[in-house]
């Protein structure tokens, strides 16, 4: 019995000691498998270091390969506490070179940190700073590489383009928008140390950061170039409260240029108050559009057939009665009996009216929706506004007559311009984009590319023709003659809107603007320019901002390289018009034969003598009365 005890007891024990030793190789086994990478990382940990290499952020470039957003290469300071011996003596030193005071450098050095950056004060160091701690040859303190954001043409598009923070993170416009793109990857300098943190003479070990991916815009920069240009010009000229513009391809959609005034320098921008950071202007603003909004009235009804441009008539006495309101023209006594293509031509209120009743409130508010107002276009910039329309069971007839000719309704200036891209380029209505694609970092390869997008139709070919025709007419025979180019064909449409401030009108307070393409006949381009509240000046659209779009769309011609068209209409002129002449060929004239057949443009000649060889410009040319022709002789 005792022996028999004895051998359970050991048997007993002989099963403890297996079960054990199962568990003992089961916890090696989780170790090797499962929990070896975690163990491992630690273990690195312990004696690994690295120093972060910043990544390049992607570039911003325009359609052409103009880089509107690159990097340059800067550094900056970081400090490995336990690797300092001298610490006061090494915040004195550091403390003399970068601008920061010594007891705000000495806690960094003291910090129980393996790494410690010396944040802001550190970053993004010039080169001179940098050299001179190189200079210095301190213990423990590296200067890695960092990238900071350099925008070549400062102001230019600041809105769009946005501008990145300290850390290179994107925090307006485009760098926010399409941050996670831009932004690369972090590299390092891997090195070993022992366990207080001395670095170990063995091999550094270099890993490449990645770089972000670059954008390529729809973008246009000569144009952009132009339109900056004339809007700082406008604000030169009229001192306005704000102005902005914005040119785009009604083909497809694509914005070739959009800025407004006041802007911001990207680089300075803390410099500037968050209100003018984040009002990019030609997506935000909403505003009463007044007579541009005309051109959607106009199309609604073509559409609809229920008007004759040509032969329909309507009599405008200076003002019209709608429900106990009377709405006025703008021309004292009225334009009388006009056909509605005049009634177009000379953007008579009362007769949009009469056409707005012709539609009908529930047609013409479904237009309106359709061609895109009370609606974001979907434009991939962020901040953009829907606008404010009448709920149509608030709608009157005060509220429908005002609504077509563009009073009481509030749009921003991207819904103006991609609702009348819609209404001139064949009746399709697309969504207006700015970037282009997205391009791999290296080689500059698409990854992707982003197609022109049409949401929907909203009127037919031969409805968007008479669009286009009677636009045309705007130009050459109504309020828009001072956009007229000649031997081009323009189409367009002036707007003169009051500014509404506590629900009531401002006096003597309006935005001016003007919408314009060419060539009528097939657009190309088109142009939306609007000034707030111009100075000095008597404030219509057709004063101000026309002249601005025409010389917007004069620059186009040549960076478009679009042909003259055939079939370009006269302009009509007033007395105080200019007037375009031909100029003669006088090449192998006398001077004074030349200078009598130049009777109506200025003349400036060099050369001593009696014949003319060579004269710009060329024969057959059309210019203003006035201008300048100049003459080589021989």
Same mark, same amino acid.
């Given at each position: 019995?005792?022996? #028999? ?8 024990i002989?099963?403890?000691? %297996? ?12 170790? *090797?498998?499962?929990d ?13 270091? !690295? ?21 340059e ?10 690797q ?21 450098m ?7 940190t ?7 004060? @550190? =970053? ?17 303190v590296?200067? $890695? ?6 925008y ?13 923070g300290?850390d ?6 485009l ?30 070990? /270099? ?11 729809t973008?246009?920069?000569e144009?952009?170039?132009?339109l900056? =240009? ?6 030169? =000229?009229?001192?306005?409260d ?7 391809n ?5 914005v ?6 006041p802007?911001?320098?990207a ?6 108050? *968050?209100?003018q ?31 004759d ?14 429900d106990?309101?009377?709405?006025? %023209?703008w ?16 953007s %008579?209120?009362?007769?949009?009216v009469?056409?707005g009743?012709?539609i009908?409130? !529930?047609?013409?508010? *479904?237009?309106?929706?359709n ?45 103006q311009?991609?609702? $009348?891209?819609?209404a001139?380029? @064949?009746?399709?209505?697309?969504t ?5 694609s ?6 500059n390869s ?13 009127i037919r070919e031969?409805?968007?023709k ?15 003659r ?8 323009v @189409? ?10 506590d ?12 919408? @314009? ?7 190309? $381009?088109?142009?939306?320019v609007?000034?707030? !509240? ?17 010389r917007?769309?004069q620059?186009?011609?040549d ?20 007037k375009?002449y031909?100029?003669?060929?006088v ?11 130049l ?5 400036? /000649? ?6 003319v060889?060579? *004269?710009?410009? #060329?024969?057959?040319?059309?210019i ?11």
């Amino acid at each position: 019995m005792f022996f #028999k005890a004895i051998h359970k007891r050991m048997n007993f024990i002989l099963i403890i000691i %297996c079960f054990l030793f199962l568990l003992i190789i089961g916890k090696v086994f989780y170790i *090797q498998v499962f929990d070896y990478k975690k163990l491992n990382e630690l273990a690195d940990s312990l004696w690994n270091r !690295n120093l972060p290499i910043e990544a390049d952020r992607g570039k911003i470039y325009d359609r052409n390969g103009v880089i509107l957003a690159d990097n340059e290469t800067t550094v900056s300071l970081v400090l490995i506490p336990n690797q300092i011996k001298e610490k006061e003596k090494t915040a004195k030193k550091l403390s003399e070179v970068i601008d920061i005071s010594y007891e705000d450098m000495l806690k960094h050095i003291q910090k129980r940190t393996l790494m410690e950056r010396v944040h802001p004060e @550190g =970053r993004r160091l010039p080169y001179e700073t940098a050299n001179k701690i190189n200079d210095l040859h301190l213990k423990g303190v590296y200067l $890695v590489k960092e990238s900071k954001r350099r925008y070549p043409y400062d102001t230019l598009m600041s809105h769009t383009l946005g501008f990145v923070g300290i850390d290179n993170q994107g925090l307006s416009g485009l760098e926010l928008i399409y941050n996670r793109y831009l932004t690369g990857a972090y590299g390092a300098i891997k090195y070993a140390s022992d366990a207080k943190g001395n670095k170990l003479k063995l091999s550094e070990i /270099y890993e490449q950061p990645q770089d972000g991916m670059n954008l390529t815009l729809t973008i246009h920069y000569e144009l952009q170039k132009v339109l900056e =240009r004339e809007l700082d010009n406008a604000v030169s =000229r009229y001192s306005p409260d704000q102005a902005l513009g914005i040119i785009m391809n009604p083909q497809n959609g694509e914005v070739l240029a959009i800025s407004s005034r006041p802007n911001f320098s990207a680089k300075n921008y803390q410099k500037y108050t *968050q209100e003018q950071l984040n009002r990019n202007l030609p997506i935000w603003a909403t505003y009463e559009p007044g007579s541009t909004f005309k051109i959607i009235t106009l199309s609604a009804a073509l559409e609809e057939n229920l008007i004759d441009l040509e032969h329909e008539t309507f009599h405008d006495s200076g003002s019209i009665h709608v429900d106990g309101a009377r709405i006025k %023209c703008w021309k004292a006594g009225g334009h009388g009996s006009q056909t509605l293509l005049q009634v177009v031509e000379n953007s %008579c209120n009362p007769g949009f009216v009469y056409i707005g009743n012709k539609i009908g409130k !529930n047609k013409l508010f *479904q237009y309106i929706k359709n061609f895109g107002f009370g609606a974001n276009t979907g434009i991939d910039l962020n901040g953009e506004s829907k606008g404010i329309l009448f709920p149509l069971r608030k709608v009157g007839p005060v509220e429908l007559a005002t609504t077509s000719f563009g009073q009481g309704v509030s749009v921003t200036p991207i819904q103006q311009i991609t609702a $009348v891209s819609a209404a001139i380029n @064949g009746g399709y209505l697309y969504t207006p984009y700015i970037v282009k694609s997205i391009n791999e970092a290296e080689t500059n390869s698409v990854i992707q590319l982003k197609e022109p997008k049409i949401k929907r139709k909203v009127i037919r070919e031969d409805t968007s023709k008479k669009v286009r025709y009677a636009l045309e007419s705007v130009v050459t025979n109504g309020t828009g003659r001072n956009a007229f180019i000649d031997g081009y064909r323009v @189409g367009g449409k002036t707007g003169t809107a009051q500014k509404v401030k506590d629900g009531h009108y401002m006096v003597g307070n309006y935005i001016t603007s003007f919408i @314009g393409f060419l060539p009528a006949n097939h657009p190309e $381009v088109i142009v939306y320019v609007a000034i707030d !509240n111009a100075k000095g000046i008597t404030q219509y659209g057709g004063t101000i901002a026309a002249p601005i779009a025409r010389r917007i769309l004069q620059d186009s011609i040549d960076i478009l390289n679009i042909k003259k068209p055939k079939g370009a209409k006269e302009k009509k002129y007033n007395f105080n018009d200019k007037k375009y002449y031909e100029v003669p060929n006088v090449v192998g004239k006398s001077l004074t034969t030349a200078m009598k057949e130049l009777k109506n443009f200025k003349v400036e /000649y060099s050369g001593k003598g009696k014949k003319v060889t060579y *004269q710009v410009p #060329k024969a057959k040319s059309r210019i203003y009365d006035g201008e300048t022709v100049r003459l080589l002789l021989n």
